[in-house]
Nanobody
């Protein structure tokens, strides 16, 4: 069974940058897409960004456009989220996810087969 392992979370002041990485290990069929979600306490899990493995097309939630960049390695097993100009409202647990085929909206958590354990991002004002 494949696993996704995130790294790169931490604490930063507003305006700073963090880089999150997620790598698939174990048995892991070719991905259809890989995405990042985030969940703050008391809030629903929110889709942040997605990359479609075959086309390289990327999509972002409006609140991070122009500040975050998602990318994927050539092997399609590692996805990275570069986060710049961070704001306190970006503070959340960030989760990596992946699926093997299309299952629905990119920003709907039920569309994904695999999930990482999460990495905390805290942005102070």
């Amino acid at each position: 069974q494949g696993q996704l392992v995130e790294s790169g979370g931490g604490s930063v002041q507003a305006g700073g940058s963090l880089r999150l990485s997620c790598t698939a290990s174990g048995y892991y069929p070719n991905s259809f897409s890989m995405a990042w979600f985030r969940q703050a306490p008391g809030k629903e899990r929110e889709g942040v960004a997605v990359v479609y493995s075959s086309s390289g097309v990327t999509l972002y939630v409006d609140s991070v456009k122009g500040r975050f960049t998602i990318s994927q390695d050539n092997a399609k097993t590692t996805v990275t989220l570069q986060m710049n100009s961070l704001k306190p409202e970006d503070s959340a647990m960030y989760y990596c996810s992946a699926n093997n085929y299309y299952r629905g909206r990119w920003d709907d958590p039920v569309s994904y087969h695999y999930w990482g354990q999460g990495t905390q991002v805290t942005v102070s004002s």
